[in-house]
């Protein structure tokens, strides 16, 4: 193998170091030099990527100050695939992901010693052949590309340009925002083909086998293949994908199996359940007589002896575990112990950890529930969309209520999706990115905490994390505000036992899905992490927001998103 190497005035210390551990290593390295004239002189750099476009070296290596614009040009020239790395994972993923064979390290962004973390990771990382539809486009490039938000744009474009700017101006934001809000992802390029896709013109009411329509010949392979699928995932003996969104998913196991004015034993929407778990608004709370648990002040992790006690004084038909904003691992054992003791069924809704559950990254429900319901656009990546998981006996009830019951048509082209998006969660690179996800919200919530916030419940074990931002003296609505000002975004939110009304909140709620689908690991985390406690020092500070605002989008600009 051969590399050539080459840098500007700034990065040539960094190069000389870099070269030495190559030559250490006994790799065929030539040295272009380093750039001694202005910016706008390239030569050096357009010489290492001609090496590498023609073929006289494998790959290329370049050390630039900040190399932010660099990626961009020599990946004009043919074959060169050229990414800038700022951690070891970025390399990691350029290089086993999208086949990368040029480096771009900012001299400016990385002390010697993560230099050469990243150009060990680099070199020891083997490409691996994608399976993702998408590997053709770079998945880390920078900066990134401006990519087509949809299929067929230009048509798009043509016939009804005032929805065309809205979704080109929602692509641009998802782009410039960090976007931490713990429900979102980014699905992959592939699951959106199939969302867009003409399976959306297709009635298929009914299951594989029953319709009520002909022509389904097609659209029951996608339905039996995300079925196959979801079975393998979660291992449950019946799967109904066709649930329009996680509440209809809820909604349609409450019917199934409960009347009317039936009691359900669900987590308090306080201290982090769902609004399906019995807001007053909710159809839940108009047609069941909830029960709500809740956590304990001490721990802040849920209160399995109150659980208990209202389990046994007020016998519900249900208990559902599952939330929207909790940072522990739930112990579904412990939850089928009480169930078992009044009587009741068990559901799980893991709306928000299938993706965990998917990859064992969180102890799995599907032994100890009668039901399991979730979404597939949160942690597990997929479209926007709903599902139920039961045992054999509650099959036929389940697929009753979803259809006739509550829905009719099925839509195919989501449910295609989910199959596409099943399939990738399937991949061993789904475990490596939900592992990631983990991470990162530990080491996200240890920088926040060392800045003087307070962890609910003292840290994560999953994708998310709650803030307590009233030790600053500020409240959920102030945090989340200032940071929406400099570009991004959380959602403000109640704590456990919280002084302040929910329109305010005490807290916000951190999730790292999104980021880390762009590719962000935990040396990302600290800068955004390090924002954020910039940001709460320069509340009412205007003009410096907006400064930070500008910092965070070019940071962002940096990571494509799918
Ligand atoms: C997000 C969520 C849902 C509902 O999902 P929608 O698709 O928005 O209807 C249900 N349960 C929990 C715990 C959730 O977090």
Known sequence: MKIVIGSDERGSALKDTLKELLDSRGIDTQDLGAQTGGDDDRTVSKRVAEHVSNGSADQGILVWSSGRALAHEANRHPHVRATLCCTPHMAKIARSRNDGNLLILGADLLDPDEGIEVLNEWLGSQVK???????????????????????????????????????????KRQRNTLVLIASENYASSAVNAAQGSVMGNKYAEGYHGKRYYNGCEFVDVAEELAIKRAKEIFGVDHVNVQPHCGSTANMAVYGAVLSPGDSILAMSLDHGGHLTHGHPLSFSGKVYNIVPYGVTRESERIDMEQLAALAREHKPRLIV????????????????????????????????IAGLIATAAHPDPAPFCDFVTTTTHKTLRGPRGGMIMCRQEYAKAIDREVFPGLQGGPAMHTIAAKAVSFGEVLRPEFKSYIQQVIDNARVFSEVLSSGGIRIVSGGTDNHLFMADVTPLGLTGRDASSALEAAGIAVNKNSIPFDPNPPAIGSGIRIGTPAVTTRGMGEGEMRFIAAKFIEVFGSIGDEGRLRAIGEEVAEFSARFPVP
């Open 321 to 352: 575990v599952g939330a929207s904003a909790y940072s522990r691992i739930l112990d579904f054992e412990a939850f089928r112990a009480i169930a078992d003791e009044i009587g009741a069924m068990l559901m799980a809704d893991i709306a928000h």
């Open 129 to 171: 052949q994608s399976p993702l539809p998408t590997s053709a486009q770079p998945l880390v490039s920078e900066p990134a590309a401006p990519r087509p938000a949809f299929v067929k744009k230009e048509i798009l474009e043509a016939n009804d340009p005032e929805i065309f700017e809205a979704i080109q101006g929602e692509q």
